[in-house]
């Protein structure tokens, strides 16, 4: 985190005229990250209210720090950053359990070839309903700890880098690497009837 | 990775959960009113901030740093290591102080006449004449019962005491 890209910010003109109290720069800032930071949050929540909420914060918070934001990193590690940090302490004070309240999942899965290649043939996962792999999904990502759902939703559902996660995280990029090899076994047992 | 392959794929298809449509666009809205509300709250309390700031910047100008050190820590020494005042130890002893059937309760503006009539009756004074009677009445008179006072306050012409 306290290395300055190598790369020029592309949200450096904004973060500048935010900086300068644009509010409409900010704006742009908010509109651009919402869809990927909402991502970030429901996937540690499984909570449609409270990602939310959470994210009404997240960007508030954003917004008073934002004077203090130097560019030692990019604006895309450190509004994630804060995102991680406000999540887990949401999940923190929430407590273990709670109620799933999970979003509709797009016509688009239909289409995706690594659901077709689950859900056809011999899998045992041909009869089962979207809704259900759904929520089958959501409680085996609900059963990992934090840290290790929180690599499984940067890196396999966000699709972010190693080293990416590792400056959000503020770990290793060998840590990253550990994390998401025991959140995968676990996520095999959780879901192993899936794959006989 | 590879042995997890199957399960990460299972994973990856949690990308199509998607929020309800026109979510950004009310996020948006109500974003925009939170931090409206927030920016009018926090307005009258950072104006307050800001003004405090800009005085102890010039106070505290580095020109004037070593002088204004130096008199904040001759004024911390002084009430520091300031005896108790003669004042509370004449009010705490019952010989030098005497017992009011009233007390003053200060209005600025019978402070205000008061010096007024003072002046006017050194200028009387000045004058080799005496001061005519309404010019020296007191206006201070707002007795509390059973107050004890200072003697050392009886004798200050623009804060007579009626007993």
Redesign the interface.
């Known amino acids: 985190m306290s290395d300055r890209p190598r790369n020029p910010d592309p949200d450096q003109e904004l973060i500048t005229r935010s900086q300068e109290g644009d509010t409409r720069a900010f704006d742009d800032l908010v509109r651009k990250y919402t869809p990927k930071l909402y991502g970030m949050v429901y996937n540690m929540t499984s909570n449609r209210e409270d990602t939310a909420d959470l994210l009404q914060d997240i960007f508030a918070k954003a917004y008073r720090s934002l004077k203090r934001f130097q560019g030692m990193s990019t604006f895309y590690t450190w509004i994630y950053s804060i995102s991680v940090n406000m999540t887990l302490n949401f999940l923190k004070k929430r407590g273990r359990y709670t109620k799933l309240s999970l979003d509709d999942v797009d016509n688009g899965i239909q289409n995706d070839p690594d659901f077709i290649k689950v859900t056809s043939g011999d899998s045992p996962l041909r009869e089962v309903n979207i809704h259900e792999l759904q929520k089958r999904l959501n409680e085996a990502m609900m059963k990992l700890s934090e840290d290790h759902r929180t690599v499984v939703t940067l890196y396999d559902i966000q699709g972010l880098q190693h080293s990416d996660i590792s400056k959000i995280l503020g770990v290793s990029e060998g840590t990253v690497r550990s994390r998401l090899f025991y959140a995968h076994r676990q996520l095999q047992n959780y879901l192993e009837d899936f794959r006989k | 990775?590879i042995e997890?392959d199957?399960?990460?794929?299972?994973?990856?298809?949690?990308?199509?959960?998607?929020?309800?449509e026109g979510?950004?666009d009310d996020?948006?809205t109500?974003?925009?009113e939170?931090?409206r509300s927030?920016m009018l709250h926090r307005s009258a309390r950072g104006l307050l901030w800001e003004r405090v700031r800009s005085y102890f910047s010039e106070v505290l100008n580095p020109k004037w740093a070593w002088a204004t050190v130096t008199v904040a820590a001759v004024a911390l020494l002084g009430i520091t290591l300031r005896p108790q005042t003669p004042g509370l130890q004449v009010a705490q002893n019952q010989q030098d102080s005497f017992e009011v059937t009233a007390f003053t309760a200060i209005d600025p503006d019978a402070v205000i006449a008061d010096v007024q009539n003072y002046l006017k009756a050194k200028e009387f004074e000045l004058d080799g004449a005496a001061a005519p009677p309404q010019v020296m009445r007191p206006r201070i008179v707002q007795p509390r019962q059973g107050e004890m006072i200072p003697a050392s306050l009886g004798n200050r012409p623009a804060f007579t005491i009626q007993h």
């Open positions: 990775m997890f199957e399960i990460q794929k299972l994973i990856r298809l949690k990308r199509h959960e998607l929020p309800p979510f950004v996020f948006m109500s974003f925009r939170r931090q927030e």
